[in-house]
């Protein structure tokens, strides 16, 4: 509770500061002497640092301490490695984006690795740890890649290799409870209780926030929406399974029906080799065949979100990944869908939109992983966020 209470201050000075203590108490709602010990504890540790202005003793404003370092969160997929350094903020202070051109584990790895390096270039102040999202189920712990079919991982203890490589704290998480989680703290989602986040890359799965509080599932396993079946003679899915809503509305699902259409005559702007970009851009062209492939897609994520709807209640649901990328024709696709089949009383009080923070949901999010764990002195994602 006190690691709960440490973040929840923090929060309130990045969002309102710099800010006095008497304030902190009134955004926190905690008391002005638990507001005063934590401060103290605060000061001590450099998270925050007051200024020596006239004004004395309790008046004095707080500072969050951007000097103390920054987090690193990078997000694998299976065609993309993103990565994002910030300051203790979330302030973005360096980018990088690569091609994956090979999956295997030590591959991964060294990609990874050489990521942060690049990420800390230059980089005066401590790094305070790295946080990885994958299109995984990772432990609890947030330790080891249980299982990832996309990858073709199975149990990998890839934050200790990678702490062991980089010297500082690794932690890896679920791609898209990562999304949901920067979405929630620092995009679209901000002071929602109850929203679902939907990421539709190369594959599609959800992270959800229940009453404040990430879903995480009994062993952490919780938020495979691509794998709910939509089909049911449908293509074959990696899975094992059959016509799950991944085989239909994923962008590697766009790009097969695009050439099948294109074996049989259909006319389109896009040449081979297609990147998940192409078919965007192709989008925003009007080429006529990208547009009806992913309006079909967006119509069947439109039916697997009217079932999020009728499942969680929530007040919101976001839509990131690169099909959010195409624009407004996606959402007003899953919206028109989802009504036709949500509980009319459920749907009338959830809004349905695109993310704020584009391809960068999870890389925030984890970048939000680290620094919170860092200022909690514990992990956070077990403990919800105390930073909404
Ligand atoms: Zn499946």
């Not at 955004?27 to 001590?44: D, H, I, P, Q, Y």
Request: aromatic share 4%; with cysteine; proline share 4%.
């Amino acid at each position: 509770m006190r690691a709960a209470n440490r973040a929840a201050l923090v929060a309130a000075v990045r969002r309102h500061g710099p800010i006095t203590r008497s304030a902190l108490s009134e955004w926190t709602g905690l008391s002005k002497g638990a507001v005063s010990s934590l401060v103290a504890e605060l000061l001590r540790d450099g998270v925050l640092y007051e200024e020596d202005a006239a004004a004395g003793g309790r008046n004095r404003a707080l500072h969050l301490n951007r000097a103390l370092g920054v987090a690193l969160g990078i997000e694998l997929g299976t065609s993309e490695c993103r990565g994002i350094a910030t300051d203790v903020a979330m302030n973005p202070v360096r980018r990088s984006l690569q091609p994956v051109t090979s999956v295997t584990v030590e591959a991964s790895i060294g990609l990874i690795a050489a990521m942060a390096r690049q990420l800390l270039e230059g980089e005066t102040r401590p790094c305070l740890g790295l946080a990885v999202a994958l299109p995984a189920l990772t432990d609890a712990e947030g330790q080891r890649v249980v299982f990832s079919e996309g990858l073709g991982w199975s149990d990998v203890p890839l934050a200790g290799r990678l702490s062991d490589i980089l010297g500082v704290p690794v932690r890896v998480t679920n791609r898209p409870r990562a999304g949901a989680m920067g979405e929630h703290w620092y995009g679209a989602g901000v002071g929602v209780d109850d929203m679902v986040y939907v990421s539709v890359s190369d594959g599609i799965a959800a992270g959800a926030f229940i009453e404040g509080r990430p879903l995480i599932g009994a062993t952490g396993y919780g938020g495979e929406f691509g794998h709910t079946t939509v089909l049911l003679d449908g293509p074959p899915c990696v899975c094992g399974n059959r016509g799950c809503l991944e085989t239909v509305a994923s962008l590697p699902a766009i790009r097969q029906a695009i050439r099948q259409r294109v074996r049989v005559g259909a006319d389109t702007s896009l040449r081979e080799p297609i990147a998940y970009r192409d078919i965007i851009a192709a989008v925003r062209d009007g080429d006529a065949l990208a547009l009806g492939e992913v309006r079909r897609a967006s119509e069947y994520l439109g039916v697997g979100v009217a079932n999020l709807i009728n499942l969680f209640n929530p007040s919101l649901v976001i839509i990131g990944g690169y099909l959010a990328e195409a624009g407004e024709m996606v959402i007003h696709s899953i919206r028109k869908a989802a009504q036709r089949r949500a509980f009319p009383v459920s749907y009338r009080h959830v809004q349905i939109q695109r993310n704020a923070l584009s391809l960068d949901s999870a890389c925030v999010g984890a970048c939000a992983l680290v620094v919170n764990g860092y200022i909690a002195g514990l992990e956070p994602a077990l403990c919800g966020s105390p930073w909404g």
